[in-house]
């Protein structure tokens, strides 16, 4: 029961991985970064740093990298440039619309960094079955590209295709990026990939005349071609958004997609479960490899080419794509109850927690700021990009407030809620409360943050509590909901 009480030991639970430091002195990777804005030019990353091109795999655009053009400034054919996905990157290259780049071996994902190939100067990040697991701190990158409005592409394999011999292959690395991540890990994609070898087959397409993926500017899609392949299995209880276009035969609904495509945040997802059609059978020197690409019994080529153009957001329906201007309904905190503890928030030690001191108004897992009755600030925040073309952006949370101050004309101990830029610096305070406002039950308080669309901006509260008499701030459900 919620009320005043005696001050609180500490608790000894970690700081968030990721997110904004305390010091304002630096930002940790995937928080704070711009959101990717679509252009005229469509900016598309090829990642080639997660062994994508171990064993005969030769899943890249061009042998030049980052740059491709670095082998040829104008190709006019896929020869042109070397690599079994080089196909590919000629088809866009050659519409004038596009830049590409590849995330070259030995290099990292990261959103929010200075690089070239960082994940904030592109609109979409294409993963052609990659063979290594990708990092936490890559993870939440990807996570919070894809939540701020980026597109992301998976492209998976069979299982038991562990082409560097790892103990891990592209359906256990993508699965690991959608459950164990900071970011979310409640299936925040509204599918799964399954374990499953399937040997051979031309999984059709759903009949949806309005589907850009299916009818875009590249052709239509009828069937695409399995050869050594896996499926998904959909969840839309988790995400309504998630939408099977390719089935295997036999299947429909719920169980084998072959090819998917989602939304989360702001950002678009689509899933492919076989590396065969995007192989055009030309590469390095030594690789045995298959031209899907060009098969005659699919339309592979016009899949890749208009899911491409969906996810960097010159599609017509879905999410929003690269942040360029449109603005998908959405809730943007991530964690935003706190229930996967500390994961995506940045709080002082003992901030986020399930403690029977206080109580949560919904679920386990609240935030408690201060209650020690002596000098103490303590800290909570979290870095977002609200889209550019969002017109309604409101931050929402619930505040409880006990205190062991007796005063009815003194705030001894404070909470200011404040919106921050990516360097520290405080761009408004939002309200401060103090144990002047203290009452039984969760109050909801509501912001607009309409103002700030199109930036990344930190939300922080910080509680400060005097020598004497606990005050206790605690928060739950917190909201960032835009239109």
């Not at 309200?431 to 406002?437: D, V």
């Amino acid at each position: 029961m919620l009320g005043s009480r005696r001050s609180r030991r500490r608790l000894t639970t970690a700081l968030a991985g990721f997110g904004l430091l305390v010091t304002g002195a630096a930002l940790q990777v995937g928080t704070t970064a711009t959101p990717a804005h679509a252009a005229t030019t469509h900016r598309v990353l090829f990642d080639n740093a997660h062994a994508e091109t171990v064993g005969n795999a030769d899943w890249i655009i061009s042998t030049s990298q980052p740059d491709p053009l670095g082998q040829d400034s104008s190709p006019s054919a896929e020869t042109d440039w070397t690599g079994a996905l080089s196909s590919w990157g000629v088809a866009l290259q050659k519409t004038g619309s596009y830049s590409l780049k590849t995330l070259p071996s030995g290099s990292s994902l990261s959103y929010g960094g200075s690089s070239a190939t960082d994940l904030s100067n592109f609109d979409t990040l294409v993963l052609p079955e990659p063979n290594t697991l990708f990092t936490t701190a890559e993870k939440t990158a990807i996570m919070n590209f894809v939540k701020n409005g980026g597109g992301l592409f998976m492209i998976s394999d069979h299982t038991g295709a562990d082409r560097n011999n790892d103990g891990q292959d592209a359906v256990e690395i993508l699965n690991d990026l959608m459950t164990n991540n900071s970011v979310d890990s409640t299936d925040p994609f509204g599918f799964s990939i399954d374990s499953l070898n399937i040997s051979s087959g031309y999984p059709a397409a759903i009949s949806d005349s309005t589907d850009p993926v299916l009818h875009g500017s590249f052709g239509t899609v009828t069937k695409s071609l399995i050869a050594n392949g896996t499926t998904a299995t959909l969840k839309p209880a988790d995400n309504s958004a998630v939408k099977g276009l390719v089935y295997r035969s036999g299947y429909s609904g719920n169980t084998g997609a072959f090819f998917l495509t989602s939304t989360f945040g702001s950002g678009r997802v689509a899933f492919w479960g076989d590396s065969s059609p995007i192989d055009d059978g030309t590469g390095q020197s030594g690789n045995t490899l298959y031209d899907g690409w060009n098969d005659s019994g699919a339309t592979n080529a016009a899949l890749a080419l208009n899911a491409t153009a969906w996810l960097a957001g010159s599609g017509t329906s879905g999410g929003g794509g690269g942040g360029g201007g449109t603005c998908a309904a959405a809730q943007l905190l991530g964690n935003n109850g706190f229930e996967s503890g500390n994961s995506t928030w940045s709080a002082s030690s003992g901030v986020i927690t399930n403690s029977s001191g206080e109580s949560a108004r919904t679920g386990s897992y609240y935030a408690w700021l201060d209650g020690y009755g002596s000098a103490t600030t303590d800290t909570l925040s979290q870095s977002v990009t609200i889209p550019s073309g969002c017109t309604a952006a409101a931050l929402s949370f619930y505040l409880h407030i006990d205190t062991a101050e007796t005063s009815t004309s003194t705030a001894y101990d404070t909470l200011k809620v404040q919106v921050l830029n990516s360097s520290g610096t405080v761009l408004s305070t939002l309200a401060t409360y103090s144990n002047l406002n203290a009452a039984s039950g969760y109050t909801k308080r509501s912001f607009s943050l309409a103002s700030y669309a199109g930036q990344t901006v930190t939300l922080k509260f910080t509680g400060t509590e005097g020598n004497t008499l606990q005050t206790s701030f605690v928060l739950d459900d917190t909201a960032l909901d835009v239109s």
